[in-house]
Nanobody, 116 residues
């Protein structure tokens, strides 16, 4: 059974930083694209950033330049470093793994709250 467990969310002041972590188990981690998504109240879930097994990355325009996604295939871990946080970054952040067209899983989410 695949399990994705996020951590690192919390309350942070605007312009501050957070690092989110997601640890995967039960899957062959290196075979999956790993992504971070977020969902704010009343809004659709959206992609924040994703990283392929080879390290290629893709970012939403709203976080580009302020966030860095990375993965450690030996530790089955994907990280999201977020800097210069804005109130509009507040959301529940979800980790997701994906084999395109084949399989995907979601974590339970971690709350990020940004206050000004």
């Amino acid at each position: 059974q695949v399990q994705l467990v996020e951590s690192g969310g919390g309350l942070v002041q605007a312009e501050g930083s957070l690092r989110l972590s997601c640890v995967a188990s039960g899957s062959i981690f290196r075979e999956y694209i790993m992504g971070w998504y977020r969902q704010a109240p009343g809004r659709q879930r959206e992609l924040v950033a994703e990283v392929t097994s080879d390290g290629y990355t893709n970012y939403a325009d709203s976080v580009k330049g302020r966030s860095t996604i990375s993965r450690d295939n030996a530790k089955n871990t994907v990280l999201l470093q977020m800097n210069s946080l804005k109130p509009e970054d507040a959301a529940v952040y979800f980790c997701r793994d994906e084999k395109p067209g084949l399989d995907n899983h979601w974590g339970q989410g971690t709350q990020v709250t940004v206050f000004s």
